[in-house]
């Protein structure tokens, strides 16, 4: 079953403006990362935020994470249009290991 | 480096036929993981592997095997292809003591 659950499914924005995706899971983690897909291609991680964090930044990228709600978010700022790809999120939980557990994704496109 | 590399990118196969998919990776990384990505899903774990010669189950291991002779190396098995394994496959590795996860390219497979 997925652990995490992300919305929204998709986000239409057009450049300079702010997109935010968040993300929802089950059960108790060592840290939630955030990974990109450009269109037919492999996944590249973004950021990386551990259970004991409460934000991180890098470069145009937010992430905060919420443990008491398990939920977490990552905003994008003044996005670009080589922005546009997917985004998941994924959780690494307490009782995994070094398994990665990967939400359904979001959908981004950035309109020039 | 090259970093993660996937043979062959595209495949087409017959229901009951064979085939063999090969991940390699140059970063001498002790961890490899088989994910697979159907639409409008997030990734989901196959069989992973924690160092040379060993395996384990992830979260959808039926109707494939795996094998890590070589640390470098970390072959997907499918026996008897069936329609339902028609996915993109993606490989991915990760140094012991790290948490990110990089990924190769990935294999779109298709089964008749």
């Known amino acids: 079953s997925q652990q995490g659950e992300e919305d929204p499914q998709a986000l239409s924005i057009q450049e300079g403006e702010n997109a935010t995706m968040n993300c929802s899971y089950k059960?108790?983690?060592?840290?939630l990362q955030w990974y990109r897909q450009n269109s037919g291609r492999g996944l590249v991680h973004l950021i990386l935020i551990r259970s004991n964090e409460r934000e991180k930044h890098s470069g145009r990228l937010r992430v905060t994470l919420d443990t008491s709600k398990k939920s977490s978010s990552l905003l994008i700022t003044a996005s670009r249009a080589a922005d546009t790809a997917s985004y998941f999120c994924a959780t690494e939980r307490e009782t995994s290991g070094s398994r990665l557990t990967f939400g359904e994704g979001t959908q981004l496109t950035v309109n020039p | 480096n090259a970093g993660v590399t996937q043979t062959p990118k595209f495949r087409v196969l017959k229901t009951g036929q064979s085939m063999t998919l090969l991940c390699a990776q140059d970063m001498n990384h002790e961890y490899m993981y088989w994910y697979r990505q159907d639409p409008g899903m997030g990734l989901r774990l196959i069989h992973y592997s924690v160092g040379e010669g060993t395996t384990a189950k992830g979260e959808v291991p039926d109707g494939y095997n795996v094998s890590r002779l070589k640390k470098q190396n970390f072959l997907l098995g499918l026996e008897s292809a069936a329609p339902s394994q028609t996915s993109v496959y993606f490989c991915?590795?990760?140094?012991?003591?790290?948490?990110?996860?990089?990924f190769g390219p990935g294999t779109r497979l298709t089964v008749l």
């Open positions: 991915a590795s990760k140094p012991s003591g790290k948490d990110t996860q990089y």
């Open positions: 059960t108790s983690i060592n840290n």
